[in-house]
């Protein structure tokens, strides 16, 4: 019999755990070894170090040159391992330690500067609490004292982590690991248990639905392309996440490569596809590096190429990197650039489903979708249709950022509340600011205002209040955030990227943003054609959006008012006040702004005349000065400068 | 324009039409932008005339037809970060640097290109020199960045 901890663990993983278990060895060895893989518990200290993007953009970078320098100087034998995102990226970045027979313990906020005291301390078997997060849970393990557990902290405790299991857990680009916590297995199983028809129809009977925003049934999909008579079907993961304020799909790719992978391998088998393509932003090298090796490992493994584990099964994925345009992440315009030419969408029907990626039948799924997958295969559809609403089932993940204390990523069930995220989760809006409203579905979604704070998160409930569920973005803005700025934020967006097929969208969302943009113009020296359009713009905008709406051709022309709507129907207020008023309230429109020299203040020192770019500023040296409103273009420069708190803003 | 060959030669075993944006960005890579020379390559290459290639091209954000700076920032302009204020941030960047967005600057040195989200929205405002990132950056920090890679520079 072989002695399992002395044969390579590749080996061990094929034979014992993915291939039928061999009767030659104990269950309780397998687990044995697998636990030892799993880092259950470490027989030398773990440095885990989060280097997602977010992390290395927080100084992980220099948290683990600091961290390799304090062993060497103490020339302690430490594994370091670089993992993905917990999600929690207001903590970042985060530096977590276990040690041998003791509980993996994570520190927040650990700039390099703090990697010293807080290495010292750990290995004095003494932790410096106020940096600490938390610790993981393991009965088997000696628990740290007086030391938080991670999962009671407000922010993971309503979680519930499907997609997001292993981001920042695990050594992404580790198939060891992540075959150990169970993966793959459910990919094998299926293709060993059930028919390509059975997996739609499981798939089906989960509800899961598309989770890049459209929100369509994944397994009625499916049905469609798997119904098609075809020679060739293709697979096709939409990772080009354009969509601003969502981050989940690269956390996703960079935490958990290969939970992505086998929900794409299971799909493929499910539809009959032996190709296919991850199509992902240039923007994120990281996520394409990490995903790179993770499929080298697969491929070596046996579980991507030709007669997968004997089974006869072939599957194979691609990465195709994406060029940077929004549009791209309609169906149809993805398949174009991916054929090599001009991203633009063509009207639907033949849908995908049925003529796709070079004329074949072609399925189209985001990161998410597919990284729900092998769950729903493994645990049943049953347990997946148990979690979430009457129409919406399962978890979601949301992105944070904005104004709000914790940013990061959160899954929770469907029908959690928004008010539930942002303020018990999300630690609510910092600096004691008012919560004005939040921004959901990025370009194609809408506000959610206080009143409306306590619907319950599913696909249709969004839409009833005028915004999407889009990928999952979720920006928080507070009092000091201006609606007609954000809408032409989103405008402007739009308009650049509209790719110019149809005429709604191309010159609808320029008009559109000519509208805003006359709004929020300095009032002096306009024209009157300019105050004209000014007091059109307000009915103009929503008849405007109406029909851009109505008669775009694809998805992102017919949800491109959305932003603008949704902040005239909630906040018709603020437009007024630009436009009739020419004030903007929250002080964010700089041309609308007017300052004024307090002469009791003013030294005449002279220097807000020289910083003027307008030179808007006059007066004598030693006496009070005066800005000329008509000149003012509202820069603010002069307010910065003054020494003496002579300038304000007229209210 | 040699590399735009060997790249060609590289992918010679399936070449078509779907190969055409990868050559692109893999030219870009290498050259940093797209001359007029590796488009009409690729073009007599892959036999699809050069505007075809132009069209593909100028489509999308990532191509670049103009060399770029040593120090390439990308200045992130998602919606977090422009609610915490990346607007006057650039505005700041191209008034140290004395270049637009999309350009370069004279000695070439440092070019700006805004990006419509980075993905690191929870750090925002964002802003990335060649690969490295840089979190929660104000007016003042971004000053500071930029005098630390000028002083690298001397």
């Known amino acids: 019999m072989e002695i399992l901890n002395q044969i390579d663990t590749k080996d061990f993983l094929k034979k014992y755990v993915l291939a039928d278990k061999s009767p030659t060895q104990t269950q309780s060895s397998v687990n044995a070894e697998l636990s030892r893989i799993r880092r259950d518990d470490v027989v030398k200290p773990v440095i885990y170090i989060g280097a997602g993007t977010c992390g290395l953009g927080a100084g992980a ?56 005291e807080i290495l010292q301390g750990v290995f004095g078997q003494e932790v410096k609490s106020e940096l600490i997060l938390g610790q993981f849970r393991n009965e088997n393990l000696e628990a740290w004292e007086n030391t938080p557990f991670i999962d009671e902290h407000p922010f993971f405790a309503p979680q519930q982590r499907i997609v997001l299991k292993n981001c920042g857990v695990v050594n992404p680009i580790d198939i060891e690991e992540y075959i150990a916590r169970g993966g793959y297995k459910s990919f094998l199983n299926t293709i060993k248990d059930f028919t390509s028809a059975e997996v739609c129809d499981k798939v089906e009977k989960s509800g899961l639905r598309g989770r890049g925003g459209g929100g369509f049934p994944t397994g009625k999909k499916w049905k469609f392309a798997h119904s098609q008579e075809a020679d060739q079907r293709y697979l096709i993961c939409n990772a080009d996440e354009g969509d601003p304020g969502a981050f989940m799909d690269r956390a996703v790719i960079e935490g958990d490569p290969h939970r992505l992978i086998e929900g794409m391998a299971i799909s493929a088998y499910g539809i009959g596809a032996t190709k296919g393509y991850i199509y992902i932003r240039a923007e994120y090298p990281l996520a394409i590096e990490r995903l790179k090796i993770a499929l080298d490992q697969a491929r070596e493994y046996g579980l991507l190429g030709k007669n997968i584990f004997g089974s006869s099964v072939d599957f194979d994925l691609i990465i195709k990197m994406g060029a940077g345009a929004f549009v791209c992440g309609e169906e149809t315009a993805l398949i174009h650039s991916i054929e090599g030419k001009r991203g633009m969408p063509r009207p639907r029907p033949p849908f995908p489903a049925i003529s796709g990626l070079f004329g074949k039948p072609t399925i189209i799924n985001n990161v998410e979708t597919f990284s729900n997958v092998p769950e729903i295969l493994e645990k049943g559809e049953d347990w997946y249709a148990s979690i979430g609403t009457a129409t919406s089932k399962g978890t979601k993940v949301f992105a944070l950022s904005g104004k709000i204390s914790l940013t990061g990523l959160v899954e929770i069930p469907m029908g959690t509340t928004i008010r539930d995220i942002i ?38 409930s969004l839409i009833k209040v005028g915004a999407m569920m889009g990928s999952g973005g979720l920006v928080v803005m507070d009092e000091d955030t201006c609606m007609v700025d954000v809408a032409k934020f989103f ?8 790719c110019g097929k149809c005429i709604p969208c ?53 949800t491109a008012p959305n932003p603008v709507l949704s902040t005239i129907k909630w906040f018709r207020d603020e437009y007024e006040a630009h436009i009739y008023e020419r004030k903007c309230p929250s002080g964010v429109c700089t041309e609308l702004r007017t300052f004024k020299i307090d002469v009791e203040k003013c030294t005449g020192c002279t220097i807000c ?43 | 324009m040699e590399q735009a060959t060997v790249e ?73 970060c422009h609610v915490l204020g990346s607007t006057t941030v650039l505005a700041q960047l191209e008034k140290a640097l004395k270049a637009k967005a999309g350009q370069t600057t004279r000695d070439g040195k440092f070019s700006i290109e805004v990006v419509a989200c980075i993905g690191a929205c929870g750090l925002a405002p964002v802003i990335c020199i060649n690969g490295e990132f840089h979190a929660k950056v104000t007016e003042q920090s971004m000053i500071e960045i930029i005098e630390n890679y000028k002083n690298t520079e001397a």
Request: charged content about 30%; hydrophobic content about 35%.
């Open chain 2, 8 to 80: 060609i030669q590289e992918v010679k075993k399936t070449p078509g039409r779907d190969s055409l944006i990868p050559i692109l960005q893999e030219i870009q890579e290498r050259e940093g932008f797209l001359s007029e020379r590796s488009v009409a390559e690729v073009g007599t290459r892959l036999n699809i005339p050069t505007s075809k290639i132009y069209g593909v091209a100028t489509f999308y954000n990532q191509f670049r037809f103009e060399p770029k700076g040593k120090y390439h920032i990308q200045v992130c302009r998602g919606t977090a």
């Open chain 1, 61 to 116: 970078d220099k948290t683990l040159q600091e961290t390799m320098s304090y062993i060497d100087k103490n020339k302690l034998d430490v594994e370091v391992i670089k993992v993905g995102c917990i999600g929690l990226c207001a903590a970042e970045p985060l530096l977590d330690i276990q040690l041998p027979g003791k509980n993996r313990v994570s520190f927040q906020n650990v700039t390099s500067k703090k990697v010293d």
């Open chain 1, 423 to 460: 303020f018990d989760i999300a630690g609510g809006i910092p600096d004691n600011k008012k919560f004005k409203s939040v921004q959901i579905g990025g370009p194609s979604g809408g506000c959610i205002t206080e009143e409306n704070l306590d619907i319950q998160i599913d696909y249709e």
């Open chain 1, 491 to 498: 405008m402007d967006f739009i308009q650049r990227e509209s």
């Open chain 1, 609 to 651: 005349a020289h910083k003027c770019p307008t030179n808007a500023i006059i007066g004598t040296r030693k006496a009070p000065h005066f800005i000329i409103e008509d000149k003012c273009i509202g820069c603010g420069n002069c307010e910065e400068v003054c020494k003496f708190d002579a300038v304000d803003i007229v209210a």
């Open chain 1, 506 to 558: 191309r010159e609808g969302t320029r008009r559109m943003l000519e509208i805003l943009e006359s709004i929020t113009h300095k009032p002096n020296g306009s024209s009157e054609k300019e105050a004209l359009e000014r007091f059109k713009g307000i009915i103009q905008l929503e008849k405007l959006g109406k029909v851009i709406r109505e008669t775009s051709l694809c998805g992102l022309g017919q």
